[in-house]
């Protein structure tokens, strides 16, 4: 079974700083996703970026990047220039898959534990 | 506006009382899911919809009944829940196995008394 781990409960940084948000996960297939989602008190869950096992540069999305590191089996969220607005819970996901169903296919993620970021003025 | 929506965003119901949570897409994607998020625990995938036929069910209870009328709704009846069920409920779709392709709802907040 797929498994991800995220091992900061709860995170803090000042203002306009960069942090790191970590993820760990395992798997024996050889093609796989990894996505982060932003979860603010509303409950949305909010896509932020994606990498794919065969991308061989880290993905980046404005001030998102993802650190990806395949041998260590890490893909850890980096947040450039924190912003107050950015203070919810971050969930690192990986898609399993393919399955086929139908004629289609289709994927499924699997999600860390989550971290509680904290943005300080 | 988000392409998928989800209502109602907050529900309390008794434990004898039936309701539906609904989801509807409008991103044209041929799969759709239910998640429970509970409190301290990681989201958990309850089911999947494949083109309207439900191939995944991970061992959710029958209080939990899916329907998927056509590939852009997906309603989840609820009837004699218990309070452990109060949970975040989200919806989420997607197309086909590529890419970044899957978003989620807003999510439909669950109290049950």
């Known amino acids: 079974a797929q498994k991800i781990t995220q091992t900061q409960p709860g995170m803090f940084v000042q203002e306009k700083e960069a942090v790191t948000l970590d993820c760990t996960y395992d798997?024996?297939?050889?093609?796989?996703?990894l996505f982060w989602y932003k979860q603010p008190s509303s409950g949305e869950m909010i896509f932020l970026i994606y990498?794919?096992?065969?991308?061989?540069q880290n993905a980046t999305e404005g001030r998102y990047s993802l650190n990806f590191q395949k041998a260590r089996k890490s893909a850890n969220l980096v947040i450039s220039a924190s912003q107050l607005g950015d203070s919810a819970m971050y969930f690192c996901?990986?898609?399993?898959?393919?399955?086929?169903?139908?004629?289609?296919?289709?994927?499924?993620?699997?999600f860390g534990q989550g971290t509680i970021l904290t943005v300080h003025p | 506006e988000t392409g998928v929506t989800q209502t109602p965003r907050h529900l309390v119901m008794g434990m004898t009382n039936k309701k539906s949570l609904k989801c509807e897409q409008h991103?044209?994607?041929?799969?759709m899911y239910w998640y429970k998020q509970s409190a301290k625990k990681p989201l958990e995938l309850m089911f999947v919809?494949?083109?309207?036929?439900?191939?995944e069910n991970n061992s959710v209870p029958s209080r939990f009944s899916p329907e998927c009328p056509n590939s852009s709704h997906l309603f989840l009846h609820l009837h004699t829940l218990q309070p452990e069920d109060s949970a975040l409920y989200l919806c989420?779709?997607?197309?086909?196995?590529?890419?970044?392709?899957?978003?989620f709802g807003e999510g439909s907040w669950l109290t049950v008394v």
């Open positions: 989420a779709s997607s197309q086909g196995f590529s890419g970044n392709t899957i978003y």
């Open positions: 996901a990986m898609r399993e898959g393919p399955f086929k169903a139908g004629g289609t296919s289709y994927g499924k993620l699997t």
């Open positions: 990498q794919g096992s065969y991308d061989e």
């Open positions: 991103l044209g994607h041929n799969a």
């Open positions: 798997t024996s297939d050889q093609s796989y996703g």
């Open positions: 919809y494949s083109l309207e036929e439900r191939v």
